[in-house]
């Protein structure tokens, strides 16, 4: 369940973006945080640090807050946090 911080995830699922799966694209690691604080600083600090926005922090369709950049290498970053927590 997805509320249960300590357990690791592993999905497998198409890109968003309809390209094909390639390195940095299909490919995400996702960070929880403890707060819409923390989510908004990280996104905040990547952008300076030169990563490039993939979307911005917010709430999203599953109610959690969140945030998306793509590092210098193409990885995609996602943190998040639970609303409920937040």
Do not use: W
């Not at 968003?16 to 403890?34: D, H, I």
């Not at 905040?44 to 640090?49: C, D, V």
Request: aromatic letters at 12%; proline letters at 5%; a positive charge.
């Amino acid at each position: 369940h997805l509320n249960e911080p300590n357990e690791v995830k592993f999905y497998i699922t198409k890109p968003r973006n309809g390209e094909p799966a390639s390195y940095g694209n299909g490919t995400m690691v996702a960070f929880l945080a403890k707060s819409k604080e923390a989510v908004n600083s990280f996104h905040k600090i990547a952008l300076k640090n030169g990563a490039v926005n993939e979307g911005l922090p917010g709430i999203r369709k599953d109610g959690n807050y969140y945030a998306y950049v793509r590092d210098l290498d193409g990885n995609k970053l996602n943190v998040f946090c639970f609303t409920q927590t937040a």
